[in-house]
């Protein structure tokens, strides 16, 4: 199984910066890559998809970009609903596994 | 708009089986593959596998095979998840999500909390 690691863990930030996640995969998952947020209680939410293609509806902020097997999540400046926790997902091969959580913190 | 609802809480007991029902609308049932992905309380995601509706065929996490069976019935726009021989670790939150394709997850359904206790 492909792993997917995420850093940091945890990541703690203000309203107004720009803030970068970062997923590694133990392979190559080309650009079969996506990124969700989770706000507590409720379902994931699709953000990106195929490492940088943006959901319709989803803000402008966010972008995403890397292949192969190193991806970042990028915010481009904060704002007060982005604080949650954010989830990289390969699909490249089976089983699709996803990386262990960021959870972004209000500082 | 797209929704899927997925059927209440379950407590079931260890051994035994649970079967979670993902009532889809506002889209074609049959042109987007539905998957099924769990979390454990305080824990991470993890990809139980999928079902294309149209052929109802299916792809399942090796770690579920065995255990896990994912059906649909196109007349009422529902997709189904059966998990078997239940135990403490399945303990979880289970969604249902529906996708244009086998790989990510587009439109989420609000989770099912299935608690197994003795």
């Known amino acids: 199984d492909i792993q997917m690691t995420q850093s940091p863990s945890t990541l703690t930030a203000s309203v107004g910066d720009r803030v970068t996640v970062t997923c590694r995969a133990s392979e190559s998952v080309r650009r079969w890559l996506a990124w969700y947020q989770q706000k507590p209680g409720k379902a994931p939410k699709l953000l990106i998809y195929?490492?940088?293609t943006l959901e319709s509806g989803v803000p402008s902020r966010f972008s995403g970009s890397g292949s192969g097997t190193e991806f970042t999540l990028t915010i481009s400046s904060l704002q007060p609903d982005d604080f949650a926790t954010y989830y990289c997902q390969h699909y490249y091969n089976y089983p699709y596994t996803f990386g262990q959580g960021t959870k972004l913190e209000i500082k | 708009q797209v929704q899927l609802v997925q059927s209440g809480a379950e407590v079931k007991k260890p051994g035994a089986s649970v079967k979670v029902s993902c009532k889809t609308s506002g889209y074609s049932f049959t042109g987007q593959f539905i998957h099924w992905v769990r979390q454990a309380p305080g824990q991470g995601l993890e990809w139980m596998g999928w079902?294309?509706?149209?052929?109802?065929?299916?792809e399942y996490a090796q770690k579920f095979q065995g255990r896990v069976t994912m059906a649909r019935d196109t007349s009422i726009s529902t997709a189904y998840m059966e998990l078997s021989s239940l135990t403490s670790d399945d303990t979880a939150v289970y969604y249902c999500?529906?996708?244009?394709?086998?790989?990510?997850?587009?439109?989420w359904g609000q989770g099912t909390l299935v608690t197994v206790s003795s």
């Open positions: 195929e490492a940088s």
């Open positions: 079902i294309n509706p149209y052929s109802g065929g299916t």
């Open positions: 999500a529906s996708s244009p394709k086998s790989g990510y997850a587009a439109y």
